[in-house]
């Protein structure tokens, strides 16, 4: 059994997400889209290499878009990377964790935030903070 099938059986169980299983080529990709009708948000997980997920998360109208974190371990750790890659997008799904963009030169970009976190002081670095369901979407007054 591939990572990727592991992967969307795990998700199936763990969430309701609706999970579709694409192969291009000689590789699997996991694609689940969010039920929000508001942000249109998709994610993509794929196995580059044993041991090497990419976890894509499409942000549509957003600059920098798809946000991607890659684990990476040795070909003996692949268990555990595909257990990270698991985590990473329950809590996505599940929106413990969002996704903000740091809007600074030098620590600017797409970060994934956990929603404890979240407060007045964490927003005011931030340009846009975007979640699953829509829960927590929020975008920085312009001015």
């Known amino acids: 059994m591939s990572v ?9 169980i763990q969430t309701e997400a609706s999970i579709a299983t694409v192969t291009q080529g000689a590789e699997d990709r996991l694609m689940i889209a969010s039920p929000s009708k508001t942000n249109g948000l998709r994610i993509e997980v794929w196995e580059r290499q044993p041991a090497d997920i990419e976890v894509a998360l499409f942000v549509p109208d957003k600059r920098g878009s798809p946000f991607e974190v890659l684990l990476i371990g040795s070909q003996a750790e692949e268990l555990d990377v595909a257990a990270d890659a698991l985590e990473l997008v329950c809590d996505l799904i599940a929106e413990r964790k969002v996704l903000g963009m740091h809007s600074g030169f030098w620590h600017g970009g797409g970060k994934v935030i956990e929603v404890g976190e979240l407060s007045a002081e964490t ?11 829509g829960t927590y ?7």
């Open 4 to 12: 990727i099938t592991h992967l969307a059986e795990q998700l199936r």
């Open 137 to 143: 979407d929020w975008s920085a007054p312009h001015g």
């Open 123 to 133: 927003r005011r670095g931030l340009s846009w903070i975007v979640s699953w369901r």
